[in-house]
């Protein structure tokens, strides 16, 4: 029973011992680890961030109506471009009864005061010639013909005055009621006229529509909307995690989707200082005025993409980051670099600009060091071995 019980446990020993060796053989047999090596090269690194937003014009002006009334005629049509004081419609008056009546009534009360101041200075005019003949002949003083020369003035003043207010009574009416009166010429309220120098962007009217004027209660109806097409501005959005990296006067590149292979440079000039809600987040409103364009035009309202440069630099020595580690104590930033065939040492390194592909490398390296890539790699098989 003995002997039986030593040769189970030197038959466990041996099996131990038989699988030692082979755990052994096994684990030579696997290929070493072995890691690849890349080198720095020179790259032009660019930081930015990317707004959203549209193409519009600087100033768009809207021509509205100095009168209610229907269009009668339109001059111009989208896309035209007009110079300022050039015709844009014309508008035929619909009279208001109410304003209509009061101007009548004003001609009225005028004609009578005219009457009335008439009547007045052909008096004094009969008393000036009679005191006149009087004074001529010596009959009364030089004072009393003085004070009926007066009175006369005072009365031909009165009457001119009379004159002038039927007269502006009469224009009043026919303003009223045609929305133009005679000596008006081009300063005819029924003539729309374009205010500034540029392009017909829009003419939301009709031929038929009714219009109606610019008041203090009321915006009035746009006849048009112009503008200078050549000062164009970029107005987008950022999100509040962006706004605190960007600042007035960054360089801006802006793509326009409708217009394949072209970049605009712009400048970003306004950046809102109070953000709005938008879909769960915060945005803020930004403005960047493109360079003059020669050869290219731009459509009002085109959707862009602005990319807003953070920092740049030139033609620098840059690693790709995933090549770069942080040391977990100080999180300082350095590479491994191959000394020898698989054996790396480390390197600190300064770095600067990154736009999180590429980082730009100040110090620690050179071009020709060869720097550890992290990923293991085994091998390649040769002669159909392992």
Known sequence: MKRKGTIVVLSLILVGFIFGIRYIYLKDKEDPVVYQTEQATTSSIVKKTVATGSIVPKEEVLIKPNISGIIDEIFVEAGDFVAAGDLIAKVKVVPNVSALNSAQNSIRSAQTQLDAARLAFENQKNIYDRQKSLFDKGVISANEFDNAQITYNQAEQRYRAEQVNVNAARQNFDIIKTGTTAGLGTAANTEIRATVSGMVLDVPVKTGNQVIEANNFND?????????????????????????????????????????????????????????????????????TLAKIDSTFIRAGLSANASIILARADSVMAVKEALVQYDPKTQLPFVEVEVGDQQFERRDLELGVSDGIQ?????????EDKIKVWNQLKPVAQFGGR
């Open 220 to 288: 009035g109806t746009t006849i048009a909307t112009l503008a200078d097409v050549e000062k164009m501005i970029f107005e987008g959005k950022v999100d509040e995690s962006e706004v605190g990296k960007i600042k007035e006067d960054l360089p801006l590149e802006i793509t326009v989707g409708a217009i394949e292979n072209a970049t605009f440079d712009a400048v970003l000039d306004y950046i809102a200082p109070k953000g709005v809600a938008e879909n769960g987040a915060i945005q803020f409103e930004i403005k960047g």
């Open 359 to 367: 980082v730009e490398v100040k110090s620690g390296i050179t071009k």
